[in-house]
């Protein structure tokens, strides 16, 4: 029985190899970077890529400039390869990045840094600045508006996730007049914030067209 002949050269051995890869994309941070932009085509919002990712500000507005710089240059010029100082660039601005079809201007978008901002003026206006208590309170009046009063039987993380957002859902003044599908589908969205898939949180929270739309005009007054 004949061997199988290799179908690789001499110089193909160690083609795949770390040290062979493109540093730029393979980097396991940038490598993240993609494959959350790839899964959302109409592009994400810093903060909402920072946490598919699980980078902090700083670590992914330096990833998002580094690829954006070598997209670049490799539009200009296809042959260009990356020298390593690249990767040790810095900065210091928020990055957008859209795939092809997705948004125009994705840093027009909701941003939550906005929505936490004014949820830290709610809890020092209204509660002098006691976190427990407006997350207490806040909870139960959320949960009685949503119909969530069976909360208890909730795994405890949709609990904890639930209780965190009801600050932002105590903010919306029409909350209690909203069509029941859509209070039901902000109880989705809360859960699933506690569940294992951040990305099926992500789809549902930027499917929630009533809920960003009054966000919007809040963080806009």
Request: a positive charge; charged letters at 30%; proline letters at 4%.
């Amino acid at each position: 029985m004949k061997s199988k002949t290799p179908t690789s050269s001499p110089s193909d051995e160690g083609r795949f190899a770390y040290e062979g890869l493109d540093r730029v994309i393979h980097e396991r941070a940038r490598l993240s970077v993609l494959t959350s932009l790839i899964t959302n085509p109409k592009g994400l919002i810093f903060n909402d890529l920072k946490q598919l990712c699980s980078l902090t500000d700083g670590n992914l507005s330096r990833h998002l400039r580094v690829l954006e710089t070598e997209r670049t240059k490799i539009a200009a010029d296809a042959s260009y390869r990356s020298p390593i100082g690249v990767l040790e660039r810095l900065a210091g601005d928020e990055v957008f990045l859209s795939l092809p079809g997705g948004l125009a201007a994705p840093e027009k978008r909701l941003r939550a840094t906005n929505v936490s901002a004014l949820v830290a003026r709610f809890v020092a206006r209204e509660y002098g600045g006691d976190r427990v208590a407006a997350v207490r309170e806040s909870a139960a009046r959320v949960g009685r508006i949503l119909g969530a009063s069976r909360r208890t039987s909730w795994p405890p993380s949709e609990r904890r996730a639930f209780e965190r957002m009801s600050l932002v859902a105590a903010l919306i003044g029409d909350l209690a007049r909203w069509p029941i599908g859509a209070r039901r589908a902000l109880v989705a969205v809360m859960r699933a914030k506690g569940g294992r898939s951040e990305m099926r949180y992500a789809r549902q929270l930027d499917g929630h067209r009533r809920l960003r739309r009054s966000l919007e005009a809040l963080t806009s007054a």
